[in-house]
């Protein structure tokens, strides 16, 4: 193995890393409405904050893991399906910008998140069962 691949596949796990935040994302977020105002606000801004992050960190998926398809081959089937939960992950994650922005608002005017409550919970709820998915099929690459 030379540098560059190991490089390359240090990035690729880091970004993992990072997408892990997701996994944990619908138990955060189930228990901001017991907070104090401040608190869910403090809460949401960093929810949206490390959103952000794990959105930079999806595009670095994509470019190492693109380059470490290069080095195996791959059936079909595990590349659409791998595709498929990745371009899931980045559109979910996507939608859940304006969700947060308006809780952000929200808590801000005294009226809380409610009315956002529902959709984050569905968001989340989907992005940890996307990247659990994702995970197994990087796991069990023969499928």
Known sequence: MNFAFVAVMFLHILGTLALGFYVLLPLVLGKV??????????????VKTLNTYAQIALVLQLLTGGYLMTFRDYSVTWMVIVIVLF?????LSGMMGKPLRVAIEGIRSKKGFQEVAGKLRVFSSLLCVCVLLITFFMVYRAI
Do not use: C, M
């Open 87 to 91: 371009l899931a992950i980045g559109a």
């Open 33 to 46: 409405g017991k907070l104090s105002l401040a608190a869910q606000e403090g809460t949401v801004s960093a």
